[in-house]
């Protein structure tokens, strides 16, 4: 990917932004948008989409280098040396800060707590390893030290959305240049909801007439439309407190769908399992069950209940989850190199969920 991205579009919009907002480049340049046209075929639907945020950093792809951006830059502004952040024993966020603390010369920490084990988790662990990440594994007490940053689950904070606001900014863009027609509809995974909040303002400020469907992927407590449209009037706040109008939030475009979450956080469903399998036979595209598969299959259930209604309109699955190949780094580690207390992970079989 050429690196064509000096700042990100939401400074160009709202200049009051750029110099009191810190922020550093992981994202080289706009995530490419890709027609799924063997889907589209299988789906007799004509215009289904994907925006590529699975190669988003060079590094590390997937949803968090565009939040952490944000978060990066204030954690060297404040000339922390470790970042500890928390997730499950698979989380993506721990890896993303696993990789990207490297980059900066910082030492990753993982607060972490369990899933149902899938080789994804594994691999996740793994690559936690490989990048000297520091484990507190099912652990109460956390170490406290000023030079820790601490980087709240998902980065959703107001500052960590401000990612997905210049995301939608950035397809907005794509739509001007004629690279994908304006969208009807984004399909987005739900956790910590920063993504979909993001997203949720930023359709607006683009003056895009995109709905957006934010699709449960963890629990019920943390992901809901009201924590979306929480943390949606917080960031458009944040954004208000550096002197910038902004247009009145409306939630009307926005529909949260829990019927695919399947009642357990990372647990997949036959559902996110066959559209995995679809995505990667038709596509060549490997998803994870936590959000990503889950998230096709709402997309995909969508699409057959409506079909009449939606077969000639623009449908985008955003992909949040990172594809470069990491294979040879999880090949060079050994769990036993873990802590003791993770060896189960490796050690208990993984139920056939037919991935
Ligand atoms: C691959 C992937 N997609 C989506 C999400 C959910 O994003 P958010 O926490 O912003 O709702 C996560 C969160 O960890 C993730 O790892």
């Not at 550093?24 to 340049?29: E, F, G, Q, R, T």
């Not at 606001?165 to 863009?173: G, P, R, S, V, Y």
């Amino acid at each position: 990917m050429s690196e064509t991205r000096k700042k990100p579009l939401l400074f160009e919009e709202f200049s009051n932004l750029e110099g009191s907002i810190p922020w550093i480049k992981l994202v080289p340049s706009a995530t490419p948008v890709k027609e799924l046209r063997n889907i589209e075929e299988k789906l007799k639907i004509n215009s289904l989409w994907m925006k590529c945020d699975d190669i988003s950093s060079p590094l590390y792809g997937g949803n968090k280098s565009r939040k952490m951006e944000f978060i990066y830059a204030e954690a060297l502004e404040q000339d922390k040396k470790r970042v500890l952040t928390a997730g499950a024993i698979g989380s993506n966020q721990c890896v993303a800060n696993a990789i990207f603390c490297k980059k900066f010369r910082l030492t990753p920490m993982a607060v972490m707590i369990d899933q149902p084990v899938t080789k994804f988790v594994r691999h996740n662990l793994l690559i936690d390893l490989y990048y000297n990440t520091e484990f507190y594994y099912l652990k109460e007490a956390i170490p406290k030290s000023d030079d820790i940053y601490i980087m709240a689950p998902g980065c959703s904070t107001p500052f960590g959305n401000l990612g997905y606001i210049d995301a939608a900014l950035e397809l907005k863009n794509q739509v001007e240049n004629g690279e994908i027609p304006e969208p009807d509809y984004i399909f987005v995974p739900t956790a910590s909801s920063g993504t979909a909040a993001g997203l949720t303002i930023g359709v607006q400020l683009a003056g895009l007439k995109t709905h957006i469907h934010a699709i449960q992927t963890s629990f019920s407590s943390l992901s809901n439309l009201k924590a979306i449209q929480r943390l949606s009037k917080k960031t458009k706040k944040f954004m208000e407190s550096y002197d910038i109008s902004l247009p009145k939030l409306s939630f009307d475009h926005l529909k949260y769908t829990e019927e695919h979450y399947g009642g357990e956080y990372g647990l997949p469903t036959p559902e996110c399992v066959a559209a995995i399998n679809l995505l990667r036979e038709q596509e060549k595209i490997i998803l994870e069950p936590t959000y990503s598969g889950k998230t096709l299959a709402a997309l995909l259930s969508f699409i057959r209940n409506n079909r009449s209604k939606v077969k000639d309109k623009t449908i985008v699955f955003w992909n949040t989850f990172n594809s470069h190949d990491f294979s040879d780094v999880i090949e060079s580690v050994n769990y036993r190199d873990l802590p003791q207390e993770l060896h189960w992970v490796f050690e208990k079989p993984i139920p056939d969920y037919g991935l």
